[in-house]
């Protein structure tokens, strides 16, 4: 329910945000693209931080950013990451959204990140037993500062390098919270609301 309420939430914005430059476009000159919508996939290795398991899954999400910063781009993203490959211990999959600053030079987009939002751990082979305790699965909030770097290829497309540091609880181990790091690797596609020209880099 909760993930129903923030992707419901996240489509308006995303609407209001794609109307008002594309009517903009018709009000005023060139060069006066305001907002940026793009969206990406990508293939993600995770090295969970649990028993030794290491996960190889596919992210994809979308971000909003405010071109009208001229040192600094200011966004808001959203991701869910998905294991297709857990291997023999533990799956971790997420639902995560937050800001985004990135720092443009000229084709070159590093940037840095900071999001919050629930995951949910699946432990493998029967499930992961402490004791008499046997664990199945446990649902997390998950905490991830991160940062990154976009290469544009060309106006619309781009690649993407991202790398996570996120903390999960889990009561299956004694300290109560995991530390996993995710690398990503993936395609970026800027939809642009103002085609007939190219917004400044």
């Not at 290795?45 to 009208?68: C, E, M, Q, R, S």
């Not at 443009?104 to 037993?129: A, E, K, T």
Request: charged share 15%; hydrophobic share 40%.
């Amino acid at each position: 329910m909760k993930y129903t309420k923030a992707l419901v939430r996240l489509a308006l914005f995303i609407a209001i945000c794609t109307v008002e430059p594309t009517a903009d476009a018709q009000a005023v000159p060139a060069g006066t693209q305001q907002l940026q919508l793009s969206a990406f996939v990508a293939g993600t290795g995770t090295f969970t931080d649990f028993a030794g398991g290491k996960n190889l899954g596919i992210t994809a999400g979308a971000d909003v950013t405010f071109l009208h910063f001229r040192l600094f781009r200011p966004a808001f993203e959203v991701r869910g990451s998905y294991p297709i490959d857990s291997g023999h211990i533990s799956n971790q999959k997420s639902f995560l959204l937050g800001p985004k600053v990135e720092y443009p030079l000229g084709r070159y987009h590093p940037y840095v990140d900071f999001f919050l939002g629930r995951g949910q751990i699946d432990y493998l082979n029967g499930g992961f037993i402490v004791g008499n305790i046997k664990y199945i699965s446990n649902n997390t909030v998950v905490y991830s500062p991160g940062a990154g770097l976009d290469y544009e290829l060309t106006h619309n497309l781009a690649i993407k390098a991202d790398v996570q540091f996120q903390h999960w609880n889990s009561p299956a181990i004694a300290s109560g919270s995991i530390h996993p790091t995710a690398l990503t690797l993936g395609v970026v596609y800027s939809f642009d609301f103002n085609p007939r020209h190219h917004h400044e880099r």
